[in-house]
């Protein structure tokens, strides 16, 4: 059997282009909704031994770019779901567009491995892995800022548990997201030596551990649940139907079916993005209010919100806002911000938040006196282009305590979801996950999940479609809605832990972790010359 591994190791090798390749669309599997940590593990186990080899420093960038393409590709392929939900473009772009955008995030791996090959070039397999694994760090911290950053999925979400344990990502207050997909690499790396060294034993040995890790049933082991009750509503609203002005009723009234229930006590109800289709602002022209179903006034609108949560309960719902000038001789919207209003038992908003890290392509087109005469334009309805707001910020909500938002995609950002200066005792994340197919929503609440144990901040997820979901600052995921049915889960919040260290430095803490890697790889290397 040995024999027969070899000789097929021996042939992969002898394609190193068609292996990297291989190996990425593997390794992709690892995440939701599939969930194949060990395979891959093993393939990162592979592409250290394969990158350590590579003679030169063209081979090694070229094999981290084949990796990462291939990887983030397959890794990426809910994005070419959004394409079947829009009119404006032909929807075979989507299928397009995923490759062509990994064109460009398949450049970071490679910097990588050109990172790794300068420094641990022919040292042994754990050296190398030390120098990948703090490469790996900083150009997938790059990754999430750069151009406005795409982050999604870090390599260490392959390291995150089922649903009842956080797995090896428990380390993340120590470490932070980006330091998790060092772990990953740290961990091939000696996996890639014991089996060189064909120290099976201790192979199997590091094996299990890490096995028990990912399995260990943390959830009862952490009973934190709090005092603040809630109501997460998840409507079922398919992206189908989400625009469709005929259906604006219709998706109120299942949104009040699921909310009334308990509406004489004191609770905080929970709604998804965009879940109201009125506009709640006054001032705007009278022609936005008749488009929506509640008429020409916006305070009726609110008025049937407040009577439907109740007197004693504070809504925090996902709804948008626009930007009222004057554009071409004419009072109209100029833009529009995809927002969470506060509103309280008699109607009244107290609260907002709007969006600031927008998707790009999605709610606004970059370029857009280029791309739009070529016929490209946004995923989201609409003409007029969202605009960013001020950043991470927490709401006061009464008695219900204080609330930091982080709308959809922007969860997905480590390090930036939370206002540090006055730090919440929860994170409430509204999302349409209806536009993601099969794969974006189990991913997206992963993300979700990572960020809890990070900052050791609870989070609740309210959707229209699924996955909603309460987690705990461990990471647990305490109850959720599954995709594509309709319901609500009642509870209360669970508590926030002390401050982490990740909380108290952000990304400054795996970026140290980085350079203690990379120093450390470079020592061994002068080491092992002398």
């Not at 002005?245 to 009234?253: A, C, G, M, Y």
């Not at 001032?283 to 305070?299: K, N, V």
């Not at 791309?371 to 995923?379: A, D, H, T």
Request: glycine letters at 10%; proline letters at 7%.
């Amino acid at each position: 059997m040995t024999e027969k591994v070899i000789r097929l190791w021996e042939a992969l090798l002898a394609w190193p282009r068609l292996f990297a390749l291989l190996l990425g669309v593997v390794s992709a599997t690892a995440y939701p909704p599939l969930g194949l940590w060990p395979l891959g593990l093993a393939c990162l186990v592979a592409l250290t031994i394969l990158l350590n080899r590579s003679n030169g420093w063209k081979r090694a960038t070229v094999l981290g770019w084949l990796f990462g393409f291939a990887h983030l590709t397959v890794a990426n392929n809910w994005i070419a779901t959004a394409f079947t939900y829009q009119s404006d473009m032909p929807q075979f772009l989507g299928w397009l567009a995923v490759p062509l955008l990994c064109l460009y995030l398949a450049v970071y791996p490679a910097l990588a491995a050109l990172v790794a090959h300068m420094i641990a070039h022919n040292g042994t397999a754990w050296i190398y892995s030390l120098a990948l694994s703090g490469a790996w760090i900083v150009t997938e911290w790059l990754r999430s800022w750069v151009f406005t950053g795409y982050p999604w999925p870090p390599l260490g979400m392959m390291l995150l548990g089922d649903f009842d344990s956080p797995g090896l990502a428990l380390l993340l207050p120590w470490i932070g997201t980006y330091a998790l997909s060092g772990l990953a690499i740290a961990l091939a790396g000696i996996l890639a030596g014991l089996l060189i060294a064909r120290k099976w034993w201790q192979a199997g040995f590091l094996s299990t551990l890490v096995a028990a890790a990912m399995l260990w049933p943390a959830a009862p082991y952490f009973d934190n649940e709090g005092s603040t009750p809630f109501v997460l509503v998840q409507p079922l609203i398919p992206q189908v139907e989400r625009e469709d002005p005929t259906k604006f009723e219709e998706q109120f009234e299942r949104l009040a079916e699921l909310t009334m229930p308990g509406r004489d006590g004191p609770r905080l109800v929970l709604w998804p993005e965009a879940a109201i289709p009125d506009y709640l602002e006054d001032g705007y022209p009278d022609r936005y209010y008749r488009a929506r179903t509640a008429g020409r006034d916006p305070g009726f609108a609110r008025a049937r919100i407040g009577a439907l949560i109740g007197e004693q309960s504070i809504l925090l719902s996902g709804l948008v806002h626009l930007d009222i000038g004057q554009s071409d001789g004419r009072i109209r919207a100029v833009s529009a911000r995809n927002a969470v209003s506060a509103i309280d038992g008699r109607g009244d908003i107290f609260a907002d938040y709007s969006k600031a890290h927008l998707v790009p392509y999605g709610e606004y087109l970059p370029m857009r006196t280029i791309l739009e005469p070529l016929g490209l334009s946004r995923l989201v309805a609409g003409a007029i282009d969202y605009v960013p707001g001020p950043g991470p910020q927490t709401l006061e909500l009464r008695r219900f305590g204080r609330a930091g938002i982080q709308i959809c995609y922007e969860i997905v950002f480590s390090g930036q979801v939370v206002d540090r200066a006055n730090r919440p005792q929860f994170i409430f994340n509204p999302s349409n996950d209806g536009w993601f197919g099969k794969w974006g929503p189990p991913q997206h609440l992963g993300h979700a999940r990572l960020r809890a144990i990070e900052e050791g901040l609870p989070v609740l997820r309210s959707t229209t479609t699924g996955i909603s979901a309460v987690i705990d600052a461990h990471g647990v995921v305490r109850d959720h809605v599954p995709s594509n049915v309709s319901g609500r889960i009642d509870g209360f919040v669970p508590q926030a832990s002390s401050p982490t260290l990740f909380a108290q430095l952000g990304n400054w803490l795996p970026v140290s972790w980085a350079c203690l890697l990379l120093i450390a790889s470079f020592v061994a290397m002068r080491r092992t010359r002398v």
